[in-house]
């Protein structure tokens, strides 16, 4: 089994920053996409970005420019640092992560969630 423990949530004012980090743990032989998505109650959960093995990135069109995603592939890690912060950003963020887990094809995986809220 895989868990991914996100971290670095909270409450900020608008055009403030946070940073977002998701440590993935467990038996891993190698991930592939590792990303973060966001949910706000009543919609669907929506792609923020990810990032693949070799570094190519992709974003969500609402926070291309502000939000930049990164990864640590030798601590299995992923981070989000999102700038410039508006009151649409406010969402339960959650990691996401492709594992090849040892049991034959790649799974998916989600964190718990974590809390941003921008608000002044």
Request: charged share 15%.
């Given at each position: 089994?895989?868990?991914?423990?996100?971290?670095?949530?909270?409450?900020?004012?608008?055009?403030?920053?946070?940073?977002?980090?998701?440590?993935?743990?467990?038996?891993?032989?190698?991930?592939?996409?590792?990303?973060?998505?966001?949910?706000?109650?009543g919609k669907q959960r929506e792609l923020v970005a990810f990032?693949?093995?070799?570094?190519?990135?992709?974003?969500?069109?609402?926070?291309?420019?502000?939000?930049?995603?990164?990864?640590?592939?030798?601590?299995?890690?992923?981070?989000?640092?999102?700038?410039?912060?508006?009151?649409?950003?406010?969402?339960?963020?959650?990691?996401?992560?492709?594992?090849?887990?040892?049991?034959?094809?790649?799974?998916?995986?989600?964190?718990?969630?974590?809390?941003?809220?921008?608000?002044?």
């Amino acid at each position: 089994q895989v868990q991914l423990v996100e971290s670095g949530g909270g409450l900020v004012q608008p055009g403030g920053s946070l940073r977002l980090s998701c440590a993935a743990s467990g038996t891993i032989f190698s991930i592939y996409n590792m990303g973060w998505y966001r949910q706000v109650p009543g919609k669907q959960r929506e792609l923020v970005a990810f990032i693949i093995t070799g570094g190519s990135t992709n974003y969500g069109d609402s926070v291309k420019g502000r939000f930049t995603i990164s990864r640590d592939n030798a601590k299995n890690m992923v981070t989000l640092q999102m700038n410039s912060l508006k009151a649409e950003d406010t969402a339960v963020y959650y990691c996401n992560a492709w594992v090849n887990d040892g049991r034959g094809r790649a799974r998916e995986y989600w964190g718990q969630g974590t809390q941003v809220t921008v608000s002044s």
